[in-house]
């Protein structure tokens, strides 16, 4: 079982990118605008290849005035590009840091449930070959190892999930 993540991150550290992520939020709070689910499906999205196209049209319509039906609200558009096309970046950013955190995170999420899965091997055995103390931290264990089926008290073929 080789492990490949090594390096403890400290908990200041950890309790510092959380304080900068709480000032982020903090920070924009007044500007985001949450979404629920069915608004998110039904909006047209903008993604990398549309930013262009929104950009080039933006500035056409600044340059072409006469060109801009009366109902385009050039004030709201102005606002909307320049959040954005400003986020742009912020998003891009904060999805990479997302990725690796989330990549560290399942690495060595994996790592240590693999060395925990050892360990409870280990003393199984211990236990039916009753070594002093295996038992009673085998029971332990025992009661919280994630299984797809449990039986309750009630019944035995109930499923808990």
């Known amino acids: 079982m080789a492990n490949r ?8 550290d950890i309790y510092a990118v959380r304080d900068l992520l709480i000032q982020a939020r903090s920070l924009l709070a007044a500007y985001v605008t949450p979404l629920t689910p069915a608004e998110r499906r039904a909006m047209i ?4 290849k549309t930013l ?3 950009e080039k049209a933006h500035e056409f319509a600044h ?3 006469i060109l801009c039906p009366p109902y385009l609200d050039m004030a709201g558009f102005d606002i909307d590009f320049a959040d954005a096309s400003g986020l742009w970046d912020v998003i891009v950013s904060s999805q990479q840091l997302h990725e690796l955190l989330d990549d560290t995170g399942m690495l060595a999420g994996s790592e240590a449930y693999q060395a925990a899965l050892v360990f409870y091997n280990s003393v199984k055995v211990a236990a039916r070959q009753n070594v002093p103390g295996a038992k009673a931290v085998y029971e332990e264990l025992k009661k919280r190892f994630p299984t797809g089926k449990r ?3 009630e019944t035995e073929s109930e499923t808990v999930v």
């Open 45 to 48: 999205k903008m993604g990398a």
């Open 52 to 54: 262009s196209f929104v």
């Open 63 to 65: 340059a072409n005035p």
């Open 151 to 153: 039986k309750t008290d």
């Open 5 to 12: 993540h090594l390096q403890l991150i400290p908990t200041k």
